[in-house]
Each structure stands twice: as C-alpha cells, then as structure tokens.
C-alpha cells in the first residue's frame, strides 16, 4: 500500500514539474515608415520563438496597467534654470498621471530619494512629489546614476509583469559603488524594463573642494558616453527604449501589449527569443520594429 502511495505521488510531482506556465512580457510594436505604434494586434498576428522552435502565444492585450517609477537626475539643477524647468516639467507629468495609474516618482544627485511606494491616486502623488522636490537641494552636487537605480529597483519589491522605471539623466556618473554591468544583472534578475529619456547635461559641474568652474569637455565626454552606452543597452536588453528629451515619453510606458506565453517546462533561467510580426500584419507592417526584452522572462503572477 505504501509502495503504492509513493509511486501515485511520484508520478504527480513529475507531472506537476513537467507543466508549462505563462510568462508575460510587454511588447510594442512600430510601423517604421510612419514611426507609429501599430494597434489592434491579436494572438495570431505574433510569432514566437524560442530555440528556433516557436513557442504558443496565449493572449495579446493592449490595454495593461502596469507599475511605473519616474526617476529623474536633478545633479546640475541649481546652476541650470533649463535642467531645473525640465526636472519641475517632469514631477507634474507624475503627480498629474491619470487616476488608476500605479506611479511613483524619485530624484536622485549623490543621494536618492523616492516616494513611499506607488500611488494610483493624483493628490496624493502631488502631495508625496511636492516633499521630495523640496528637499532636492539636499542631495548633493555629484551623480550616482547606478546607485540610484539600484534603490528605485528595491522599491518595487517582488516582480509584476509591466514593472517599468522611466530614467530621465545625462548618463553621466562619479559617485556610484555600483557600475553599468552591476546594473545590467539585477534588471535581467529582476525583469523591470527599463526606458531612458537623456537630458543634457549641466554647462558647469562641481569639483570637490572647488568652486564651480568649467569642465573639460573631453573629460566629460569619456565619462557620459560610457554611461550612455550602458544605459543604451540596458534599456535594449529588458525590451525598453532610449531617446533624447520628450515629455511625451512618458506615455510609453503604457503602449504596445501585454503578450502571454506559454513557457516551455525546462525553462529555467531567462533565455534568448525572438518575436515577430506574421500573417497579414507582417503584410501590412513589412518594417515593422518591436520593441522587446531580449530574454524571455521566467513565468510570474499577473496583479
């Protein structure tokens, strides 16, 4: 009888192990020519595949609501009037984000701070984001872009398919414990998508025991084009984007679709796909370019 009991349970933990689940992943497909996002995509316009081997797409939505965090350098905004007008640009975009919209809003110099948690509520992100610019002045003079980042990750806490920070910097960094690679395994760990607005940077840059003094541009120029090109890649690899300065950025966040795949048993670490356009939309859109995350993401719940 026992022997008979422990085969029953054997057989169904393999059978348990051997499942698929649904890994969910936000894609947003563009039209090339017009430059546009390309609406009204169902489950059998995408094809996945996994290893040359595709993979079954259970469900397309296009409207999600995912988790968004504004995060945004304000290193250089007490010299800049432009840097300080963009930075006060961007906190109203956050407070002002439509009712139901799960936001929360961060800045960052040598220090970082960040609301309590994500709100869905526009007063009381007004309330949270006026006490966080008030003490903007207190973080310092320096930029730690990747320390900052870490901490925006932390806040999230466990995953949710749509996790989104949107980094609004000069990609320029001279504080941080943490470097660009560091930054790339925990948002591959994590599976936040990461979008990159660049700002320019401050005309003039403090030196420690200095006064403020001009800054050699080749100097600068080394240390901003290494973080931006960390940051262009880190933004590629979870399926985000990278572009200059636009408010209208902001609403990327919430475009394209929430795509459900049914992720194969002996998936067990995050692995390389592709994703495209086929049937009658690859017809349509021939140029199209999808914006996606490079690894295909473990299965998580969906809130």
């Not at 094809?47 to 504004?70: C, M, W, Y």
């Not at 300080?84 to 919209?101: S, V």
Request: glycine fraction near 8%; charge should be positive.
């Amino acid at each position: 009888m026992r022997k008979s009991l422990w085969i029953s349970m054997l057989l169904a933990s393999s059978w348990v192990s051997g499942q698929t689940c649904t890994t969910y992943v936000v894609v947003d497909p563009f039209d090339h020519k017009t430059t546009k996002g390309i609406d009204g995509l169902r489950a059998e316009d995408f094809e996945a595949k996994l290893d040359h081997t595709s993979v079954p797409i259970v469900s397309v939505t296009q409207t999600f609501n995912g988790r968004l965090l504004l995060l945004v350098e304000i290193s250089g905004t007490a010299e800049d009037a432009t840097l300080a007008e963009r930075a006060n640009a961007l906190a109203n975009l956050a407070a002002q984000a439509p009712t139901g919209r799960s936001v929360a809003f961060g800045v960052f110099a040598e220090r970082a701070i960040f609301m309590k948690g994500f709100s869905t509520d526009p007063q009381e992100r007004r309330s949270s984001i006026n006490e966080l610019m008030a003490q903007a002045k207190s973080l310092g003079k320096q930029t730690a872009l990747y320390d900052a980042l870490h901490e925006a990750l932390t806040l999230f806490g466990p995953h949710r398919p749509g996790d989104t920070i949107l980094l609004i910097s000069a990609g320029f960094d001279n504080r941080s414990k943490r470097n660009g690679g560091d930054m790339e395994k925990e948002f591959l760990a994590q599976g936040t998508r990461l979008l990159v607005m660049m700002r320019p940077r401050a005309s003039m840059v403090p030196v420690p025991g200095q006064q403020f003094r001009w800054k050699p541009d080749s100097d600068m120029g080394v240390r901003t084009s290494a973080g931006r090109t960390d940051l262009a890649r880190l933004s590629g690899r979870t399926g985000g984007a990278y572009t200059g300065f636009s408010p209208h950025f902001f609403e990327f966040a919430w475009a394209g679709y929430m795509v459900g795949i049914l992720a194969p048993a002996n998936l067990e670490k995050p692995k390389e796909w592709n994703l495209r356009l086929r049937g009658a939309a690859a017809k349509a859109h021939p140029d199209a370019i999808i914006y996606q995350p490079w690894e295909l993401p473990l299965c998580s719940p969906v809130h």
